[in-house]
């Protein structure tokens, strides 16, 4: 049974201090869009409005907003097929993200990439990738690219616990290392690689070990406790960013859904199933914010209605678009044009 206990100690270096409330408020509202949008694409699935696969961000939303509230909007990332909590943490304007969804010319690659594949440059997403640990060689050369241009830009890129076990993670961070990459390696802790438990397919207990092999800063927090998430990834960002370096998190939290959205989850044991859903951190984070004066209730309805309102309207906007016509087919495919 891996159901990711939450209490991990979340070191942090003693010179970041306590979010500020307009911090946490920022971080919130990233937080609740994120579910939200979620919610409403699933709806739009389950009613046949939108045809793509959704591998649901449920349990992942305070890790990416924690990690993107301390990045600048230049700042890169490079993400996987579970990235809708990266692509709204990190400003991928919502019409343009459900519009791709959709497989609408309006969409952030004017619908030939689909949900597997967001790329919007100007909110920093270079890349969403399918093919697992895929994104760790690109990050490097980003982080590679601004180290020779000198543009002062961190590179972040986020993947699962089982992609830690693909060749490319080990490379990557070998590489990263020696070379000093502003780059932060996030891996987000779920306990499950598809239908596969934490345990049956990884040898280390703690993923944040493995950064020792490279002579890399390693870290496990907590990615469901939002002070310290925020904490960790203000550090790994401005270590990057001052020239210390890469840094491996391991965020440590529960995929509240199944892998994908359909996903009936009969490889989980039912009494797992149910502990998974009371640590689900959204609504532990509401709680929490109001016990510690963060919000009033009043002021998180007031953005939850905002939130809704938003996503409304985007989806609208996508399922109202036009799809790309037959002549988009070989256009942004080759640097150079070429006709069919
Ligand atoms: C190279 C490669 N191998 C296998 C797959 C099939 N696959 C898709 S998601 C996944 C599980 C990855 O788990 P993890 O890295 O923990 O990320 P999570 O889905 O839990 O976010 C696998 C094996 C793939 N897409 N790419
Ligand atoms: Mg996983």
């Known amino acids: 049974v891996n159901t990711n206990p939450t209490t991990f100690s979340a070191p942090g270096s003693s010179d970041i201090q306590l979010p500020t409330r307009e911090v946490l408020l920022d971080i919130f509202r990233r937080v609740i869009t994120i579910r939200f949008c979620g919610d409403k694409l699933q709806w739009a699935i389950r009613n046949g409005r939108i045809l793509a696969p959704l591998y ?174 925020w904490r960790v990834a203000k550090e790994a960002i401005s270590r990057a960013r001052s020239g210390g370096g890469p840094t491996l998190i391991e965020a440590m939290t529960v995929r509240v859904e199944g892998h994908v959205m359909g996903d009936a989850c009969e490889y989980i044991p039912k009494e797992d199933i149910e502990l998974i859903k009371r640590r689900d951190p959204v609504p532990l984070l509401r709680d929490w914010m109001l016990a510690n004066g963060h919000a009033s209730e009043a002021e998180i309805q007031s953005m939850e209605a905002d939130a809704t309102q938003q996503i409304n309207e985007a989806m609208e906007f996508a399922l109202n678009a036009p799809y790309p016509t037959a002549d988009e087919l070989a256009r942004d495919v080759l640097a150079k044009e070429v006709t069919i």
């Open 56 to 229: 649901p961000v449920r349990g992942h939303e305070i890790i990416s907003s924690a990690m993107a509230v301390s990045l600048n909007r230049t700042d890169y990332m490079c993400t996987i097929y579970r990235g809708l909590a990266d692509h709204i943490a990190k400003g991928v304007p919502l019409k343009e993200l459900l519009a791709e969804y959709a497989g609408r010319m309006a969409g952030a690659c004017k619908g030939k990439g689909g949900p597997m594949h967001i790329t919007h440059p100007a909110s920093g997403v270079v890349v969403t990738t399918g093919v697992v640990g895929s994104g760790i060689p690109i990050a490097n050369g980003l982080a590679w690219a601004s180290l020779v241009k000198k543009d002062g830009r961190v590179t972040v890129t986020t993947f699962g616990d089982g992609a830690t076990n693909i060749g490319a993670f080990h490379e990557g961070l070998n590489l990263a290392s020696l070379w000093t990459l502003p780059v932060v390696f996030l891996c987000t802790n779920n306990g499950y690689a598809e239908h596969t438990r934490f345990e049956a397919c990884t040898a280390v207990d703690r993923i944040a070990d493995r950064a020792a092999a490279y002579r890399m800063h390693g870290v496990r927090v907590d990615g469901t406790d939002v002070v310290a998430m």
